[in-house]
């Protein structure tokens, strides 16, 4: 098996998890619908509830990215994202630990994978929130190796940009 020791930073994992959320019209679309419709009712309604509605649309809008960059940074700052890790793999699976615990974990046990300039992301069965492997942790021999470990689960699919 090969070994891999890493500490995710901080700005490692708030920036990722600010990326993943802001950057995808997935996140956008609806803000964007939202305030068009907020602003339409707020310019051309009358006083009333639909000046409500228009001005509690505006709030969401404003509302939502806020609280998501508050759950990002609480995230970056949870203590098992940050700690000290050892990530060993081979042919069977993975195993990741930290300080007291240890997980390990079959290949299959893995729904899909992907990685971006900075990260190996592993999404565990259906999981949203991945498992965060910093390229900088492995050799570029090491990187090769993990990358074709995972190749051969049979999942490999396109690079994404976060």
């Known amino acids: 098996m ?8 901080k700005s490692e994992v708030f920036r990722f998890f600010v990326r993943q959320n ?7 679309l609806p803000l964007l619908i939202l305030l068009s419709w907020s602003v339409y009712v707020l310019s051309v309604a009358r006083p009333g509830p639909s000046q409500i509605m228009g001005a509690l649309g505006l ?5 939502v990215p806020l609280v998501m960059i508050r759950v990002s940074s609480l995230l970056a700052k949870k203590a098992a994202a940050l700690g000290s890790l ?7 699976g993975l195993t990741i630990s930290g300080d007291d615990w240890k997980t390990e974990l079959g290949w299959a046990s893995f729904g899909k994978w992907s990685t971006t300039d ?6 565990y069965r259906k999981n949203v929130i991945p498992t965060l492997i910093p390229k900088r942790a492995f050799s570029p021999e090491q990187l090769a190796d993990f990358l074709e470990h995972l190749q ?5 699919p396109p690079k994404i940009k976060v």
């Open 2 to 9: 090969t070994e891999v020791k890493y500490q995710r930073t």
């Open 22 to 28: 802001f950057v995808r019209p997935r996140f956008w």
């Open 59 to 63: 709030a969401l809008v404003v509302i």
């Open 86 to 92: 050892t990530l060993s793999f081979g042919d069977v």
């Open 118 to 123: 900075e990260f190996v992301l592993l999404y």
């Open 152 to 156: 051969r689960i049979g999942r490999t």
